[in-house]
């Protein structure tokens, strides 16, 4: 029997009661009836020694017994007192749950934990419909939510319900802290895909956005983010290059498990990969998927949804479905509108998605950076839980630091970045490649080859190739410990013109998606194909005969190894200008009256067996 702490007050109390009593009985040298009923009426009189008042008497009473006249003051009776005295346990005893498991109970909890997230009302009546008479009579409804309720471990009702990042934000986390680091340190990174569209900066199309953010973790601060159309490595190496410079080289840098970061140009290839090259350790969450241990970004991207929710062309999971399809519809018109040149029509649809929106409406790409970037400098100036705390000058109140605040405050204790020149900055972020050189020459990209006499010394080594993605007219060589060896241009080939590396994956992409595209029509086309024309049975057959029309000679007599058909006398004619069109109405125009003799003699060598009518029919061909 397990104690509860209302048990062992009642237990306390009539371990007081027993003790008074047998006192009674030693001081007065009476019988233990007498001193019970002594000590029963010194109670109802309200004479009772101070160490044991009529509360804990009261207290020690058990509740569950009959009421009567001498116990309407809420005392025990005689016979209550007379069991205590003989008792050895004085803890009260209350009926305990049977949690003994039972055979329904382990297929309702597995019925239960679905990540259909079943209700009790449809596991109950599972359990009703495959219920084993051995377990007894079938559980009602609420035998069933009882056991759930009270009996049930409710970390356990959550599992299979819920899986990743829901489950995991029922469990245990390891709290930490930021004592002691110093700004930028440490910055953790994270994409957020846009839950809006905005203009695209070429074709103007609504599209959505890649927003790649960084944050110190001392200071909480937010340096400008780099924005793209997709999750890459270019897009989350600018953000990077924005953090270096504003805050300096961090020590450590976290991202999630992207394959953007996770290959050879940033972390894998021990020497020509950034991490390598800058100095700059990178970590990742130890359990692919683990949102919470990327818990500072993924708070941000909370908030940036949060704040998105003012725009019209918002697309999160609170919109409503039926409003986005109409501003979806407007701004696609607006895009038209703009091809077209018709300004006036394009604001008027512009101020029409404004309205049934209800937000904003972003009439470029260059609008859209501001408002991300203004939604940035607004997260730094608001004060942040994980800061400390000081006193604000304008209310006198006690409140949390901003990440600009706690920035400014670095900076006035002595903190500074730890900086690059800009031409080193420049160098890191170039795309690093391991090539090896081929008669003075390398090609690090489609084929390209870049020369400098001074790479004949290096045949057959592998060196470094420093690519600027913007540039492809030339390249920087390095040995594989850093050291510049050349700058190699392009070497042109007859019918040939140096891309840039981004002018290169462009193209790549374009053709990846015309290659997409076609399939699509491909089997678009397979689908809209017309079905195969099936002889529906006891359709007629064409008589062999037909191999008499002058037309249709071309068309090679086909023995039919069945019994011979009756036919009906027919216009060959027709059916030949239905098989072969034009050049048959032109023959027929020649041969018109040759055609009408041919026919009648048709008709008597239909009923001619299969066999004389092969032989007729060849020596006619032959005369012919």
Known sequence: MEETEHSRVIRDARQAVRTAVLRLQEQAGCSLKRAVVTFLTQAQAGKLDTDVA????????????????????????????FRWLAAEDLTPKKPQRDMQAKPWMWVAAEL?????????????????????????????????????????????????????????????????TADGLEPFMEVHADGWTTHFTAPHPVTGEFVTYEVWHFHDLATRYVTPPAIGQSESTEVILKGLENCIRFGGVPAVWQTDSTGSVKNRKVEYDPISGLSARSGITIVHPQEVGNSQANGICENYNTYLDREAR?????????????????????????????????????????????????????????????????????????PHSSLPKIKDPA?????????????????????????????????????????????????????QRYYHPVLGDFNGEEVMVAIDTMDGTRVWVKDLDGRMLCEATFMEATGYRSLSLYEFALEKRANAQIRHKEQQIEQIERRMAAPALEMPQGARVLPASIALHPVLQPIAATPVAQEPVPQEKAEFSDLAMQLYGDEIEEQDRAARAEQDTRLNALTSLEELSEDAFRESSVKKVAGN
């Open 54 to 81: 009529a509360a804990m008497l009261a207290m020690a009473r058990d509740g569950r017994g009959r009421k009567s006249a001498t116990l309407t003051a809420g005392f025990p009776s005689e016979r209550s007192l």
């Open 112 to 176: 239960f934990a679905r990540p259909q997230k079943p209700t009790l009302k449809w596991v109950h009546e599972q359990l009703e419909a495959n219920w084993n008479p051995s377990w007894g009579e079938c559980i009602s409804y609420d035998t069933l939510a009882r056991f759930f309720r009270d009996k049930y471990s409710k970390l356990d009702a959550l599992k299979g319900r819920h899986h990743g990042s829901r489950l995991r934000s029922h469990l245990r986390y390891q709290h930490r």
């Open 310 to 382: 003012e725009l019209a062309t918002y697309q999160g999971a609170g919109m409503d479905a039926l409003v986005h399809r109409r501003v979806k519809k407007l701004t696609e018109k607006m895009v038209k509108a703009a091809r077209a040149g018709n300004v006036s029509e394009r604001d008027l649809l512009k101020r029409q998605a404004q309205t049934q929106g209800k937000g904003i409406v972003f009439g470029s790409f260059e609008e859209a950076v501001a408002w991300i970037n203004g939604k940035v400098h607004k997260g730094n100036n608001t």
């Open 395 to 447: 209310s006198g109140r006690m409140v949390h630091m901003t990440p600009q605040q706690a920035l400014d405050a670095a900076r006035d204790a002595g903190w500074k970045p730890v900086v690059k020149d800009e031409s080193s900055l420049i160098d890191m972020f170039r795309i690093h490649l391991r090539k090896t050189v081929t008669r003075e020459t390398v090609s690090p990209f489609n084929g």
